[in-house]
């Protein structure tokens, strides 16, 4: 009987098991190590990436984020560009003030609760510890080590926080923005509020277009300290950049008395409502822009104004609304120039054709011939040529023009066959309607022309012969902003050629140029002269003026004719004009009668003041 060998069994055992193996071998595929290698390309690409974002791309700010957890931070405020009228005078000025800073970063290393500092805060400051929170939350620590909680601190409030002894709070120098001349320039100038990381920023008017250029950058230096509290060095890490000041076209003096010449009609009219444009016809430069109801911008850069800031916000007048670049308005009969223009141009009136006004123009109505459709003239005019038709404002000639007078109507007139809708669309968008005019403010508003597709569609209604009439007097659903059509009547005054609006000095800029009409625009500025010198123009209060005026008034309906808005636009000198303005009073008492003394009132002083050498 044979010995077990337990030991040669055992390595038997295990060559079997080899050769088992060997058997089921398999190799692997190629794509596994295609993919392998292919994750550790992306993984090696991401880590140098990192690595090349965190010590060059990034490197001085890690550098300088690893200073400050050594040693005092202190931000250096840039000061804000200062703001200048066309004369040099100053708009604005910037007083000192406080700010309060939070270091996060000191807050965790020396274990401080930054609920309870928040909630000392909220007391001193007077603000929900819920809001001051928030900006915590919002801001991003990788960008930024210190958190600006508080601007416009006053003495009070400073010396109170000091007093809390806590080192991640710091009061470090600031300013506040100061405007000087009141609710006159609050839309021009608007204000400044905290932006993205709590810095000073433009929130709408000029500071807000132009607050790239207004706008510094904050220097930061370091302050090393030993045990004792005693400082050993300081350090420049950045140098702050100062803000460039901005140089404007707005006339201070004419700004401020056309403010309170319309306000002070505003009042006698027990009127709120109104918007006043001066500007220079020859280059579009903005003289005043003048929006009431206002207010006083200086309540945005007071801590303590927090419940008048609150009444501006809810009042239903909507004092911070800029109507003059936002507002949308029907132009009532202020559109009848560029409706002259267009009809001229293509050739279907010439400057003798005439119209009979009997006070109404009757279309007959096939469905219902003893219900004829009427559309009233304001008064009966009689035979109106192109020149009187703009100087009384004949609503029957215009209908004539824009619509044209059918065949069966009982009406004396040269002229048969009117623009369409269609074509004063078209010089609508020639002249700008419909398309922002570029003025250097945000929040500029289109308007709105009217189209037959576009009221099918909405009102489900087809367009008729009366929704052209309507809009060729600047009725139904013509909608412009008052710089729009400001901008408008200045291309009439200078001869064709439609310039951008604009506040900042040296920023000319032709849009349009329609100068070829040359000939047709002189018949259309006679018009607007007779609206000033005849006896019948509708302007006429302005012909004892020392100076020459061509002008147009308007009355637009609206609220379902139960309101009237009232406008004027002219310009003077009529030969060689420097100063087109634009009046507007909401719900006027008696139309366009109205907004004409305003007009003379700023014109005399222009007069004065600025043309007499």
């Known amino acids: 009987m044979e010995q077990f060998d337990l030991e040669h069994s055992i390595v038997e055992s295990g060559i079997r098991g080899a050769n088992q193996f060997e058997v089921l071998e398999l190799p692997l595929s190629r794509r596994i190590f295609t993919l392998l290698l292919a994750a550790g390309a992306v993984f090696s690409l991401a880590v140098g990436a990192r690595i090349y974002v965190l010590a060059v791309s990034s490197g001085d700010f890690y550098k300088n984020r690893s200073a400050m957890n050594v040693a005092k931070p202190i931000t250096i405020p840039a000061i804000r560009g200062k ?17 309060l800073v939070l270091n996060p970063g000191l807050a965790k290393r020396r274990q401080i609760d930054l609920k309870e500092t928040i909630a000392a805060l909220s007391e001193i400051l007077w603000q929900d510890s819920g809001e001051l929170l928030s900006i915590l939350e919002k801001t991003d620590l990788e960008k930024s080590a210190l958190v600006t909680l508080a601007h416009n601190l006053s003495e009070w409030e400073a010396a109170a926080i000091q007093k809390l002894n806590n080192p991640a709070l710091e009061i470090q120098d600031d300013y506040r923005r100061q405007y000087l001349r009141g609710s006159a320039f609050a839309h021009v100038l608007g204000y400044t509020g905290l932006g993205e990381y709590r810095d000073l920023r433009g929130k709408t008017g000029l500071e807000a277009y132009y607050d790239n250029l207004l706008g510094g950058e904050d220097g930061l230096r370091l302050m090393y300290r030993d045990a004792q509290g005693n400082i050993l060095e300081e350090k420049l890490l950045d140098a702050p950049k100062n803000g460039e000041d901005l140089y404007t076209t707005i006339d201070a003096e004419l700004q401020e008395y056309f403010y309170n010449s319309l306000a002070g009609a505003l009042r006698n009219l027990g009127r709120q409502i109104g918007v006043g444009i001066a500007l220079n ?21 007071l801590p303590e104004e927090k419940k008048a800031r609150a009444r501006l916000l809810t009042s239903s007048l909507r004092p911070l609304f800029n109507r003059a670049v936002s507002g949308v308005y029907t132009p009532g009969s202020t559109v009848k120039p560029l409706v002259a223009l267009a009809a001229l141009n293509e050739g279907l009136i010439s400057p003798a054709d005439r119209v009979y006004s009997s006070g109404v123009l009757e279309i007959p109505n096939p469905y219902f011939p003893d219900k004829p459709s009427r559309f009233l003239d304001w008064k009966a005019h009689g035979w109106v040529d192109l020149r009187a038709a703009l100087a009384r404002s004949s609503n029957v000639y215009f209908y004539a023009v824009g619509g044209g007078i059918p065949a069966d109507a009982e009406n004396p007139s040269d002229i048969k066959k009117g623009l369409g809708i269609e074509k004063l669309k078209e010089y609508w968008q020639k002249f700008g309607f419909g398309e922002k005019t570029g003025i250097d403010l945000d929040a500029e508003n289109t308007g709105f022309l009217p189209d037959p597709r576009e009221k099918e569609a909405r009102a489900k209604d087809i367009w008729r012969l009366g929704d052209t009439y309507n809009v060729t007097i600047g009725q139904g659903d013509l909608l412009v902003t008052p710089i729009q059509l400001i901008t408008q009547i200045a291309s009439i005054a200078n001869g064709g050629k439609l310039y951008r609006p604009h506040l900042f000095k040296n920023n000319k800029e032709v849009l349009k140029d329609f100068s070829d009409l040359a000939s047709h625009i ?13 006896w019948y123009g509708t302007a006429h209060l302005l012909a004892d003026l020392p100076v020459s005026v061509a002008a147009k008034t308007g009355s637009s309906q609206v609220a379902n004719n139960a309101r009237i808005n009232a406008f004027f636009v002219g310009y003077s000198p009529v030969e060689n004009p420097e100063i087109a303005i634009l009046v507007l009073i909401e719900n006027a008492r008696e139309g366009s009668l109205n907004a004409v003394p305003v007009a003379k009132d700023v014109l005399d002083w222009y007069y004065w003041n600025r043309l007499v050498k």
Do not use: C, H, W
């Open 83 to 99: 703001i200048y009228d066309r004369f040099g005078n100053s708009l604005v000025k910037n007083d000192s003030a406080y700010r």
């Open 281 to 301: 016809p020859q280059n579009g430069e903005l003289l005043a822009l003048v929006n009431l109801p206002s207010y006083n911008n200086n309540v945005f850069t």
């Open 522 to 534: 002189k018949e259309v500025q006679e018009g607007m002269k007779d609206a000033v010198q005849k």
